[in-house]
């Protein structure tokens, strides 16, 4: 960590001083809270970046991000632009192929020359940087055993929307329509495309292990139980044929979570998603912990 601080030169501070010191921003109280949620942003700030920058085979070094308070809500903030003058980027790994601001830096004689390669490289990464928002999500589908599964599966697939995954429902009974249901099943594996199913079927539910033992692709159980008879249609889901790996969660957000986390792997946009969400939960639960340490009035 780096005081903001021009007359100083921005001097290094350790987790320690920035406790001790006690500084007050925006009439806030910089503590071990504060200090805390800065550190997960910036790892997630770059671990997203670092990523991103993996799929066009360039390394993300390091970088700095700046943080302050919101006057109007008090809230902590990101309050910086992350771009080739706040990291440093390698392509292929390779230090001498630099194409940040570093190379400015390391000038011995700042010449019309050496100021054209700079203006390069720069005209470079910023071609480079657009090719990061493309990205390949893959497919989501998720089969349901009865129409009056609609509501149940209408809430998996809000979820898989906001982390940016096409997704389609079919209705397809594995117990009424089995060769219809694989036939289905056949076109959405001819697709050539990271595919995730999820299966949603009540009383006993063999959709999701017929779908699992007959694709290689992820399954996931996420059947609708009731209060009227789900503790014994639960066991459906969860006690299985030997030969079979779908999983099972009784959330419509969870089972949608998990589709997202395995088509993240490999698209970096929905793991960015990903790892966005977990961070939002991260810091409200250090907030709502900060708060109740708070000392009464």
Known sequence: MF?????????????????ENELIVGGKKIGKHELNIMGEMAVAVFEILERAWATVDVALVDMKVEFGFSNKTGELLLADVVDNDSWRIWPSGDKRLMRDKQVYRNLPEVTPEALEQVKKNYEWVASEVQKLNKHHPGHAVVFMGS????????KIESTLKEFGIPTDLRVCSA??????????????????????????????????????????FPVINCPPISSQWGAEDVWSSLRLPSG????????????????????GLTDHVIWGCVKGKRLNTAVGLAKADHGLCQPKQ
């Open 3 to 19: 005081f903001k601080d021009d007359a100083q030169h921005d001097p290094f501070w350790t987790y320690e001083q920035c406790v």
């Open 147 to 154: 129409p009056t599964d609609l509501e149940h599966c209408k």
């Open 175 to 216: 117990h009424k329509g089995t060769e219809d249901t694989l036939q289905v099943l056949r076109w959405y594996e001819g697709q050539g495309v990271p595919l995730v199913i999820i299966a949603v079927a009540g009383r006993s539910n063999g959709l999701g292990p017929v779908l699992s033992g007959n694709t290689a």
């Open 244 to 263: 079979l790996g779908c999983t099972t969660t009784l959330n419509p957000d969870g089972a949608a979570l998990a589709a997202a986390q395995i088509l």
